[in-house]
């Protein structure tokens, strides 16, 4: 598993206190639900450029 702490941050002004990918406005809970919702990490990226895979698996592991 990937180490979330190099991926993901809580800022109380950056959508709401949710945490995020560091360097985008995109929640954990948004990859979480793109993937529940069946798209695939190759799919997200095509989607959203400014992910890479590390930083999705470690919104999988921050959820774990």
Do not use: W
Not at 14 to 30: A, E, L, M, S
């Amino acid at each position: 598993m990937v180490d979330y702490k190099k991926y993901i941050t809580i800022h109380p002004e950056t959508r709401f206190g949710k945490p995020t990918v560091i360097g985008t406005r995109i929640t954990v809970y948004d990859v979480l639900n793109l993937l529940a919702n069946g798209m695939t990490i190759n799919e997200i990226i095509h989607d959203f450029p400014e992910l890479n895979e590390n930083q999705i698996k470690a919104c999988l592991s921050y959820a774990d």
